[in-house]
């Protein structure tokens, strides 16, 4: 019998994406501190996505209002690469 109860909630640091003709896999992972520390490009895989391009390009508005709406009520979230360029 198939287990009914939701699946658990994981952590993930680190995502690598392969890109097919068709599809797009993406590895989701923890980098321990002990093998940033090592500069390791070592980590475990914590879950696997795997979609058609057309959903994952779907998607990104979707995720873009999320996060937009999320830094309209607590502020603005800093991340390399992108730069607030609001402060002109």
Not at 17 to 22: D, E, H, N, P
Not at 38 to 45: C, G, H, Q, T
Not at 75 to 88: N, Q
């Given at each position: 019998?198939?287990?009914s109860s939701p699946p658990q909630p994981v952590y993930a640091n680190v995502v690598n994406?392969?890109?097919?003709?068709?599809d797009v896999v993406m590895d989701f992972g923890f980098?321990?501190?002990?093998?940033?520390a090592?500069?390791?490009?070592?980590?475990?895989?914590v879950a696997r996505v795997a979609m058609?391009?057309?959903h994952a390009k779907s998607m990104l508005p979707?995720?873009?209002?999320v996060i937009?709406?999320?830094e309209k009520q607590v502020?603005?979230?800093?991340?390399?690469?992108?730069?607030?360029?609001?402060?002109?």
């Open positions: 019998m198939p287990d994406f392969t890109v097919g003709a068709y980098k321990t501190p002990e093998h940033a090592k500069r390791s490009l070592d980590y475990e895989i058609s391009l057309a979707i995720l873009a209002k937009a709406e999320y502020g603005p979230i800093t991340a390399p690469g992108f730069e607030d360029f609001s402060k002109d």
